[in-house]
């Protein structure tokens, strides 16, 4: 196991306290709260300059829309509606009272498009980068229930709504990291840049998939297909066999894919930060769920894999071929914060 998911597992035993109200704690996108017969979902998530982000690669906006996508999706993973955010923002010395006012304009303009109310928060001064920090409460409605990451069963399918791996192209064409057959014609950078700067949280896509009893289990793709597949796998106790010739590809990159082939693959498993959604559900019920997806809210869905039992050295996702790739993705405390490539 990596070292930032050991340490959350090691903070996990710390905050073990218990709460009647607490339905699922540490481990799963949300934490879910049952209170007066309303179930609440509760995240947080960090946005800090240098280490999500590069300050030369879009305005403060479009920096405080992305920080909030971010935050949303958790709440789209377990099949929720947005309520409210707290935003905490620490501003560093390169970073004025200007700066932030646009920042906040983002992050009110996304929670807006998400039927969600920005109510509060805390400012302070950071010593350098900035740090934005952003809370959402939301809810499941009446009738409904939280999708969590456990209850993947053998022979469920592994789908995925959108085409991740866009956006890690879209941050590796601006890092300047792109070379060869991999570089980008002007449309194909507009498109995955545009991905990676301005994600879409797949909110309506969470509440009509939590609905269909068939989806059992739900997680949205912000650390890499392969890693955020493997919390699946693992919540479950099962394996994921991947069939890499089935990533779906958007048809503005296919000509990309056919002359890349490698790289292209290596970022739709890696890649992370598209928001979109992995779930698990029951294979009789695959193309009903997609007509539905598809005719409601205009997302594709496609089958990428199948849940199996765990091998010998227990949950893992793998390839046909038997490459592992569950370690693919973001880690931030392993290996300096690089995504690995073991393709």
């Given amino acids: 196991m990596s070292s930032e ?7 996990a035993a710390i905050f073990r306290g218990k709460h009647s109200a607490v339905q699922t704690g540490i481990g799963d996108d949300c934490a879910v709260l049952e209170v007066d017969g309303a179930t609440l979902l509760l995240t947080i998530d960090a946005f800090v300059e240098d280490v999500h982000f590069r300050r030369e690669f879009a305005s403060p906006r479009v920096l405080g829309s992305r920080a909030a996508a971010a935050a949303l999706s958790d709440i789209a993973a377990m099949g929720g509606e947005a309520t409210a955010l707290l935003v905490t923002a620490a501003l560093g010395p390169a970073w004025s ?3 932030a006012r646009e920042i906040a304009t983002g992050i009110a303009a996304r929670a807006s498009a998400a039927g969600a109310a920005v109510i509060g928060g805390d400012t302070t001064a950071s010593p350098g980068p900035l740090f934005v920090d952003i809370a959402v409460l939301g809810r499941i409605p009446p009738g409904g229930h939280a999708v969590r990451r456990a209850g993947a069963q053998v022979g469920d399918v592994l789908a995925v709504t959108g085409t991740p ?83 779906p590809c958007d048809p503005a990159l296919v000509g990309l894919r056919t002359r890349a082939l490698k790289e292209w693959t290596a970022a739709a498993l890696g890649g992370g930060e598209d928001y979109e959604l992995a779930l698990a559900l029951a294979p009789a019920a695959i193309a009903e769920i997609s007509a539905r997806l598809l005719d409601e809210t205009g997302t594709r869905l496609t089958v990428v894999g199948r849940f199996e039992p765990s091998g010998p050295d227990g949950p893992s996702v793998r390839l046909r071929d038997g490459t592992r790739v569950d370690g693919l993705g973001w880690e931030h405390l392993g290996q300096d914060g690089k995504k690995k490539d073991v393709l």
């Fill in 5 to 11: 998911f050991q340490l959350i597992d090691d903070l």
């Fill in 97 to 99: 009272p200007a700066d």
């Fill in 165 to 247: 791996g866009e956006a890690g192209l879209g941050l590796r064409h601006l890092l300047g990291q792109l070379q060869g057959e991999l570089t980008l014609s002007p449309d194909e950078a507009e498109r995955v840049v545009a991905r990676h700067l301005d994600p879409t949280p797949r909110l309506r896509e969470g509440r009509l998939l939590a609905g269909c009893a068939e989806v059992h289990a739900m997680i949205d793709i912000s650390d890499g297909l392969g890693q955020d597949a493997g919390h699946l796998a693992r919540a479950a106790g099962l394996g994921v066999m991947l069939d890499i010739d089935s990533l």
